[in-house]
């Protein structure tokens, strides 16, 4: 949900990775009690106050404060919404898939490979080996910092929390992917084109050249007329 969204009338609306606003209603040994305005209160448990360790409630949120809070998990059937005040990544362990392509950010050159930030909660390790068909002696050879690649997932190990890429293969994906569209929506070549435009000109002339021809009994009539004034 971005800041432009609409806050949500009812638990019904909330979903995970939603933004919202509120303010603190309690604070706990275990978490603060947020207010969402909404039928049921939010939790913000101690863990997910800060990106840091957090020894105390009181020391990041005091009953009033207004806050900025991104929904972990909610189940209205129970009225529970389950919140963090640390902004999540664009995309969560449970969404990453094998085979699935990214675009995303170089972050850090390494002699064994490149670190890819795909909006994970980490960056994923793009080896080396992974990067080209051929021998490639160092990452730098075809990366900077900075850049934008296309990767796709290896493996995604949950456990180790790492993510490895691969760019081999990637572009011949994107090729197919544009291939299928174009055999879905065939486009015309320019002498096509050309062609399609010279009948249609053809046809247009053709009807207006129809409209000027008197038909058989018109014809009949003027011959009839022309022959019977040089009889005269």
Do not use: C
């Given at each position: 949900m971005t800041?432009?969204q609409?806050?949500?009338?009812s638990?019904?609306?909330?979903?995970?990775?939603?933004?919202?606003?509120?303010?603190?209603?309690e604070?706990?040994?275990?978490?603060?009690?947020?207010?969402?305005?909404?039928?049921?209160d939010g939790m913000v448990?101690?863990s997910q106050?800060?990106?840091?360790?957090?020894?105390?409630?009181?020391?990041v949120?005091?009953p009033?404060?207004?806050?900025t809070v991104?929904?972990?998990?909610?189940?209205?059937n129970k009225?529970r919404?389950?919140?963090t005040?640390v902004?999540?990544?664009?995309?969560?362990?449970s969404?990453?898939?094998?085979g699935?392509i990214?675009?995303?950010n170089?972050?850090?050159?390494?002699?064994?490979?490149a670190?890819?930030?795909?909006?994970?909660?980490?960056?994923?390790?793009?080896h080396v080996r992974?990067m080209?068909?051929?021998?490639?002696?160092?990452?730098?050879?075809l990366?900077s910092m900075g850049?934008d690649v296309?990767?796709?997932?290896?493996?995604?190990d949950r456990?180790?929390?790492?993510i490895?890429?691969?760019?081999l293969?990637?572009?011949?994906?994107v090729?197919?992917?544009?291939q299928?569209?174009?055999?879905k929506?065939?486009?015309m070549t320019?002498m096509?084109i050309?062609?399609?435009?010279?009948?249609?000109?053809?046809?247009?002339?053709?009807?207006?050249?129809?409209r000027k021809?008197?038909?058989?009994?018109?014809?009949?009539?003027?011959?009839?007329?022309?022959?019977?004034?040089?009889?005269n």
């Amino acid at each position: 949900m971005t800041e432009e969204q609409v806050q949500p009338q009812s638990i019904q609306d909330v979903e995970p990775k939603m933004q919202l606003k509120g303010v603190v209603k309690e604070t706990h040994l275990y978490g603060a009690v947020i207010d969402l305005g909404l039928e049921y209160d939010g939790m913000v448990h101690i863990s997910q106050l800060s990106p840091k360790r957090v020894n105390r409630v009181a020391d990041v949120v005091e009953p009033g404060d207004n806050v900025t809070v991104w929904v972990t998990d909610v189940k209205p059937n129970k009225g529970r919404i389950g919140l963090t005040m640390v902004k999540p990544p664009d995309v969560t362990w449970s969404e990453l898939k094998d085979g699935q392509i990214y675009t995303g950010n170089v972050t850090r050159l390494e002699s064994y490979g490149a670190f890819v930030d795909i909006g994970a909660e980490r960056p994923g390790l793009l080896h080396v080996r992974e990067m080209s068909s051929g021998y490639v002696r160092h990452p730098s050879e075809l990366l900077s910092m900075g850049d934008d690649v296309e990767v796709r997932i290896l493996k995604v190990d949950r456990r180790r929390h790492r993510i490895d890429l691969s760019m081999l293969g990637i572009q011949d994906e994107v090729m197919a992917g544009i291939q299928a569209e174009a055999e879905k929506e065939p486009m015309m070549t320019s002498m096509e084109i050309a062609l399609e435009q010279a009948q249609s000109r053809k046809r247009k002339s053709d009807r207006r050249a129809k409209r000027k021809q008197p038909d058989l009994s018109d014809r009949e009539d003027i011959l009839a007329r022309t022959l019977k004034e040089h009889s005269n």
